[in-house]
Nanobody
Framework: QVQVAESGGGLVQAGGSLRLSCTASGSSFSVDHTDWYRQPPGKQREWVAGMPGSGVTSVTGRFTVSRDKAKNAVNLEIDSLKPEDTGVYYC?????????????????WGPGTQVTVSS
């Protein structure tokens, strides 16, 4: 099985930066694509940034997605934080799990990590 979990959230001041990590754990799997989403208070979940499995770094405005191969993680760095960046940040990973030679696709979400930006 594969499990996905986010880490790195917390309370930060506006103007600062923050790095979140999405880590996949398990055995015999590959990740084809990773996306980061967020859900502001009282609003729907929205896409933030993403990167294919073969990528190293992807930049979308103030959001940089990067891969840490050693930790089997995909990081999201947010620069110039604003109060409207407050919300729960989720990671979604899609890939293939190898079970005794059979490739099974997976599409997993982490439980989320809270980011609060104070003004």
């Amino acid at each position: 099985q594969v499990q996905v979990a986010e880490s790195g959230g917390g309370l930060v001041q506006a103007g600062g930066s923050l790095r979140l990590s999405c880590t996949a754990s398990g055995s015999s799997f590959s990740v084809d694509h990773t996306d980061w989403y967020r859900q502001p208070p009282g609003k729907q979940r929205e896409w933030v940034a993403g990167m294919p499995g073969s990528g190293v770094t992807s930049v979308t405005g103030r959001f940089t997605v990067s891969r840490d191969k050693a930790k089997n993680a995909v990081n999201l760095e947010i620069d110039s934080l604003k109060p409207e960046d407050t919300g729960v940040y989720y990671c979604n990973m899609r890939g293939l799990l190898n079970i005794r030679g059979t490739l099974i696709p997976f599409d997993l979400w982490g439980p989320g990590t809270q980011v609060t930006v104070s003004s």
